[in-house]
C-alpha cells in the first residue's frame, strides 16, 4: 500500500489485501537498516487472519521516501502521522530493535490509540559500539556484515532456516546492504542515543509482552531488565536459543506468542 | 579491528543449512525420502499452503535434504537462497520462465554449452522466447544486441568449449545500466573458482552434476539468488510483471513486495517449481551434498592435475594449440588473472594436428581418460566435441564457437598426475602412427 505522508511517498506491505475499518489492525515496525520484509510470515498471517496488517517501510527504508528519522522520538511521531494518514484510529503495534523502541516511544505518544504493544529485542539503552557505528558510517557492507553476524544465534549462523532454501545470514546481510548510504547510521545512532525509555513506559496504559532472544548479543536480556521494571504488568517471553533476528529465526515461536498476545 | 562473526568458505562446504538432526542425533543429512509431510492441524495446513509458516508441504515444491543443499550453494555463493532442480538445464529453464513469458528477448554469449544453446536458440522460440548469441568477449555486440523486450543477459564463467572468460564486472555493469539482470552458468568454475555475485552477477545457475557433485552418479541443477537486483527500481518494475505485479495463481501475492531480497526466489518456487514440476530428489540432494563436503580440496587438485596437463600438451609436437586462459596466448590471459586467480577450472580443449582419423586414434588410445559426454568427474573424461556435444551446430557456428574437427575437450580429475600425462602420451604416440 503507498500512500503519502508528510508529502513524501510511504509504503506499508499489507498482506495484498485492503483495510478493513471493521477489523483489528497492527502496525509492525522494523528495526535498523531494515525494512517490512523483515516480517514476512508473521505479517501475512495477521493479514489473512481477521487483521488489516500495516508492516510499514520507516522513511529512508524500503520503498518509503527519505530522509530517515535521527531519533526513536522523531520515528514514533512520524508513525502516529503515518497512521493518521492511514486512517485507523485504533491499532496494535509490534516492534523489533529500533522499531521496538519506536513503538514504545508512539504507546507513549498515543495512549488512547495504542492498544497493545509488543516489544522484540528491545534493550534501554540499546548501546551500540564506537566499532559498529565507525563501519556503518564509513563502511556500510562491513556494517552489516557485523550485524548480520551478531544478530543470529551461532547454530544458525550455519543455517538451517525453517524457511526452505533461503540462507538466513546472506538475506539478512543483503537487505542491510541495500539500505541507501547513510541511513544505517542515523538508525544506529537513534539507537544508541535514545535515553527516554523509563519516561515513555510511564506514559504506556496498554498491555506489554516483551520478546526476547536467549542469545541474544545485540539487544542482550539482561539489557532490557530497567525497561521490564518500569512496566511491571508486562508479559515477557524468552525464545530459547533465539539471537536478535528471531523472526527469521525462530518465525513459528514468534507468530505464536503474537497471535496469542493480540487475539 | 573487530571482525564479522562469519564462517569461512570451506567450513560452510562442511556445514551451511546443516545441523545434527534433531530426532536421532545423526551427524549426516538424512535422506527425507517422503512426498508429503503431517500437518499438526487445519489452520497450520492452511498457513503453510499460504506462507504464513515455515514448512514443508509437498517435495515437488521444497524437501528438507534439498533445503539443506540449497543453503549450502546460497552460502558458498554467498546468495540468499537457492532452488535445487533435476538438472542443470532444468534449473536454466526455471531462471528464463521465472522472468519472461512470449515476447521476452534474451542476449547471450554465444560460447555456451550445447544443451543450453539447443534450449534457447532452438526450444525457446517455439513458446515466444528469442535469444540474441554474441561473441562474450565483444562488450559492444552485448550493448547492441539489447532491445526494449530484453529481459536478461546470460553467460558462462567459463564457455564451453573455448574457456572464453566472461568478463562479468563489464557485462554485469552493461546490464544494470540497462535494468536487467546478468544470469551465469558457473558450472566449470563452482564457488571456489569464482563467486559471481561479488562481481556483480544476479543469479546463477550450476549443473550439479560436475564438479558440486564431483561422482557423476546423479543428474541435479541448482539455481542461486544473489539478493541484489532491485526488482522495483524506476524504470525496471514494468519490465517484469512476474515479481513486481499482483499474482492471481497465488492470492494477488507480489513477490517484490513480499520479500526485498528473495523476490526471484519466491516466485521461482512458488510458480514455477510449483507448476513445471522439475524439482530436484532428495536422494540427489544428499549425493551433491556428499560431494560438496570436499569442494574446496578436491578443486584444488583438480586446478593442479589440469595445469600439469596444460604444460604437457603445449610442449608436444603433436599438438597444435591448447586452450587454457592461463596460458600467456589465451586472448583471456589477463583477464583470468583477474577473475580466477585460483585456476581456470579443469576442462580444457586442445587441437591436435593431423585429420579426424588422428584424433579417432587419439581417443581410443586412452586408458584412464573415459570417452563420454560429461564433464567434472572425479575421474578424467574425454570427447571430441564436433561429433558429439556440438555436432548440431553448423560449420559456421562451430568455428565462432572455437571449435575445430580436431579439437579434443579434456575433463581432468583427480588421479595421479603423472598417471594422466603417460595416458595421454601413451596416446598421442598412438596418433602420430596414424
Not at chain 1, 517490512?36 to 493479514?47: G, I, K, M, P
Not at chain 2, 573458482?193 to 541443477?221: M, R, Y
Not at chain 2, 544473489?226 to 492470492?251: I, M, Q, S
Request: glycine share 10%; charged share 20%; aromatic share 6%.
Amino acid at each position: 500500500m503507498r500512500f503519502v505522508v508528510r508529502e513524501r511517498g510511504a509504503f506499508a506491505y499489507t498482506g495484498a489485501r485492503p483495510l478493513d475499518p471493521a477489523l483489528p489492525s497492527v502496525l509492525f515496525v522494523h528495526g535498523a537498516g531494515n525494512d517490512h520484509s523483515v516480517w514476512a510470515l508473521q505479517s501475512r498471517y495477521f493479514a489473512h487472519h481477521g487483521h488489516n496488517v500495516i508492516a510499514i517501510d520507516l522513511p529512508g527504508h524500503g520503498r518509503s521516501a527519505g530522509p530517515p528519522q535521527a531519533s526513536v522520538e522523531a520515528i514514533a511521531a512520524w508513525l502516529a502521522d503515518a497512521m493518521a494518514t492511514i486512517g485507523i484510529a485504533r491499532y496494535a503495534v509490534v516492534g523489533h530493535s529500533l522499531g521496538a523502541l519506536s513503538a514504545l516511544a508512539l504507546a507513549a505518544l498515543q495512549p488512547t490509540r495504542v492498544e497493545r504493544l509488543a516489544l522484540l529485542g528491545p534493550a534501554a539503552p540499546m548501546t551500540v559500539s564506537d566499532a559498529l557505528l565507525d563501519a556503518a558510517a564509513h563502511d556500510q557492507p562491513r556494517a552489516a556484515a557485523l550485524i548480520t553476524g551478531w544478530s543470529h544465534s551461532t547454530p544458525r549462523q550455519l543455517g538451517g532456516n525453517p524457511v526452505p532454501g533461503v540462507w538466513m545470514m546472506g538475506q539478512a546481510r543483503r537487505l542491510l546492504e541495500r539500505t541507501a548510504p547513510g541511513v544505517l547510521h542515523i538508525d544506529l545512532r537513534a539507537c544508541h542515543r535514545y535515553d527516554d525509555a523509563a519516561a515513555a513506559a510511564a506514559g504506556v496504559g496498554c498491555p506489554v509482552l516483551f520478546m526476547l532472544g536467549e542469545r541474544d548479543v545485540m539487544a542482550p536480556p539482561r539489557q532490557v531488565a530497567a525497561l521490564q521494571a518500569a512496566l511491571p504488568n508486562a508479559r515477557t517471553i524468552v525464545l530459547p536459543g533465539a539471537g536478535h533476528a528471531m523472526m527469521a529465526e525462530e518465525p513459528d515461536a514468534v507468530l505464536d506468542a503474537l497471535r496469542d498476545f493480540l487475539r | 579491528m573487530t571482525t564479522p562473526k562469519t564462517h569461512r568458505f570451506d567450513t560452510l562446504a562442511l556445514h551451511a543449512g546443516a545441523a545434527p538432526d534433531p530426532t536421532t542425533g545423526a551427524r549426516a543429512t538424512p535422506i527425507y525420502q517422503t512426498a508429503s509431510y503431517v500437518f499438526p492441524d487445519t489452520d497450520h495446513a492452511a498457513a503453510l499452503f499460504n506462507m504464513e509458516r515455515a514448512g514443508h508441504v509437498y517435495s515437488r515444491i521444497s524437501n528438507p535434504t534439498c533445503a539443506v543443499l540449497e543453503e549450502r550453494i546460497a552460502a558458498l555463493e554467498d546468495g540468499v537462497g537457492a532452488i535445487a532442480t533435476a538438472s542443470g538445464q532444468a534449473a536454466l529453464h526455471l531462471a528464463i520462465v521465472t522472468l519472461m513469458g512470449a515476447g521476452g528477448h534474451i542476449v547471450a554469449s554465444r560460447a555456451l554449452y550445447g544443451g543450453s544453446h539447443n534450449l534457447l536458440d532452438y526450444t525457446l522460440p517455439r513458446f515466444g522466447i528469442t535469444t540474441t548469441f554474441v561473441d562474450p568477449r565483444n562488450l559492444d555486440a552485448w550493448r547492441a544486441a539489447i532491445r526494449p523486450e530484453t529481459r536478461l543477459l546470460f553467460g558462462e564463467t567459463l564457455g564451453n568449449p573455448g574457456l572464453d572468460v566472461l568478463d562479468i564486472p563489464r557485462v554485469a555493469t552493461l546490464a544494470h545500466e540497462n535494468g536487467l539482470p546478468l544470469l551465469v552458468d558457473s558450472t566449470f568454475t563452482t564457488p571456489w573458482l569464482i563467486q559471481p555475485f561479488a562481481h556483480g552477477a544476479d543469479l546463477i545457475v550450476h549443473s550439479a552434476t560436475k564438479f558440486l557433485s564431483g561422482h557423476g552418479v546423479v543428474i541435479g541443477g541448482l539455481l542461486v539468488d544473489g539478493g541484489r537486483f532491485d526488482w522495483d527500481a524506476d524504470g525496471v518494475r514494468e519490465r517484469f510483471p512476474t515479481l513486481t505485479e499482483p499474482y492471481r495463481g497465488f492470492h494477488d501475492m507480489v513477490f517484490a513486495e513480499e520479500s526485498t531480497t528473495a523476490a526471484f526466489l519466491l516466485r521461482a518456487r512458488r510458480e514455477g517449481v510449483r507448476d513445471f514440476g522439475a524439482c530436484m530428489a532428495p536422494f540427489t540432494a544428499f549425493q551433491v551434498l556428499q560431494g560438496m563436503e570436499t569442494l574446496p580440496i578436491r578443486m584444488a587438485r583438480h586446478v593442479e592435475n589440469t595445469r600439469a596437463l596444460v604444460a604437457f600438451l603445449a610442449d608436444h609436437p603433436m599438438v597444435e594449440s591448447v586452450g587454457y586462459p592461463e596460458l600467456p596466448g589465451h586472448p583471456d590471459h589477463a583477464l583470468a588473472a583477474r577473475l580466477l586467480p585460483r585456476g581456470c577450472g579443469a576442462v580444457f580443449t586442445f587441437n591436435l594436428r593431423g585429420t579426424r582419423e588422428h584424433g579417432r586414434r587419439f581417443i581410443e588410445s586412452l586408458r584412464l581418460f573415459s570417452h563420454l559426454a560429461n564433464v567434472g568427474d572425479a575421474k578424467s573424461l574425454v570427447i571430441h566435441p564436433a561429433s558429439t556435444t556440438h555436432f548440431r551446430m553448423s560449420a559456421d557456428d562451430l568455428r565462432e564457437a572455437g571449435i575445430g574437427e580436431g579439437t579434443i575437450r579434456l575433463s581432468v580429475g583427480l588421479e595421479d598426475a603423472g598417471d594422466l600425462v603417460d595416458d595421454l602420451g601413451r596416446a598421442l604416440h598412438a596418433a602420430g602412427k596414424a
